[in-house]
């Protein structure tokens, strides 16, 4: 037997193996000289399978987007799709939470991304939505749902044991009867969010029907 | 001439450090083994000033959450005092985005944090929300809020230029449109969201008063 023949180098490692680095240690995890590291290869080498650093994201926001599910706007009200699409849309962050600010500050050039954006898109087009109002009301409900991605993976408990003896007796039993077992406090207040959101988007909606001089 | 001496060692010094390595470099820069060479000093001088690497992150919390606006609850309806609280909440956030993951996974001890929190129930309990259900409606916001931050510190423009010819002209008119010069994308899309969540919510709160058999 000779020395073990390592895995043959491609896009889809170089890919993964950059997302598993940034998932135990963070987004400053990213660099090429990194990933090349933990691949047991030479820098230049990685620039066989990809042309720069702006393909790896890329490539990262298909893995953690893919999952995102927008299929309910080809058939649903645009407010019972948008809330499937943000369960799904919040399970897939909170799975690579430390991904959260890089793919929201890099931008979009994803093929798969870009049909999911189509596909809200049309939906809340085909409802009702005027064109420029679209765009302000979807990044609004991605603020939201990154926003829950971070709190799902923080503790239950986010007032620090010590403190819960307070000052203030309202205080300390409103943190208390708040708190719910495990998840399910993040999980509450992302069900209260949602609901509250999209109901509000639905009244802003009302609010700008063409007999209101909305712009189409 | 002696050699210049070195500022003198401090609370204060070692969060401020502390703060400007994230600010730099990101959340992965927060070691105490980093902040000493930065100061340059030995890891076990930091020791004489703070007790344990816990109480430097609620050094930066005060820091950061420092200029967060809560006074409003006292005198206005609490969906008023939301509002401003928010806004200087998103500001605050902004201009430290590398905070937002670290401050959000480990619990508040912070006596000024834990004021604010006191402000933010006090009003909203005076105005009628049932103690149970404060504390979802804050995280919500909250969700929101810092998500927005992360959204405020992205380019103008999210969807890639060369992705701009597109084949669906539908998708390409909306994200045209919806994009407006600046910071003033996320700055729309953070006043049409805040509206609609607090409007949410205050339906939500009338569907929940004593006579819809709310626990109090």
Redesign the interface.
């Known amino acids: 037997m000779g020395r073990p023949s390592s895995p043959k180098l491609t896009r889809e490692r170089i890919v993964t193996t950059a997302l598993r680095l940034i998932d135990a240690?963070?987004?400053?995890?990213f660099s090429i000289a990194q990933i090349a590291r933990a691949l047991g290869v030479k820098s230049a080498s990685l620039y066989n399978h990809i042309s720069s650093k702006y393909e790896i994201v890329e490539g990262i926001r298909e893995l953690v987007a893919g999952s995102i599910d927008a299929s309910l706007f080809a058939s649903k009200p645009w407010y019972e799709a948008m809330e499937q699409w943000a369960f799904s849309y919040r399970a897939a962050f909170a799975r690579h939470?430390?991904t959260?600010?890089l793919l929201?500050?890099i931008?979009?050039?994803s093929r798969d991304t870009?049909r999911m954006?189509?596909a809200v898109?049309?939906g809340m087009?085909r409802d009702g939505w005027p064109?420029?109002?679209?765009?302000?009301?979807v990044?609004?409900?991605?603020?939201?749902?990154?926003?829950?991605a971070?709190?799902l993976?923080?503790?239950p408990?986010?007032?620090?044991?010590?403190?819960l003896v307070?000052d203030?007796p309202?205080?300390l039993?409103?943190?208390q009867?708040?708190?719910v077992e495990g998840s399910a406090?993040?999980e509450?207040?992302?069900?209260?969010?949602?609901?509250?959101?999209?109901?509000?988007?639905r009244?802003?909606l009302a609010s700008l029907t063409p007999e209101n001089g909305a712009p189409g």
């Open positions: 240690r963070g987004e400053e995890a939470p430390n959260i600010k929201s500050v931008p979009v050039s870009l954006y189509d898109f049309q087009l064109k420029t109002h679209i765009l302000p009301a990044t609004a409900v991605e603020s939201f749902v990154l926003g829950s971070i709190d993976v923080a503790p408990q986010m007032i620090a044991a010590e403190q307070g203030s309202i205080f039993e409103i943190v009867s708040g708190y406090r993040a509450r207040a992302f069900r209260v969010g949602l609901a509250a959101l999209i109901s509000g988007l009244d802003y």
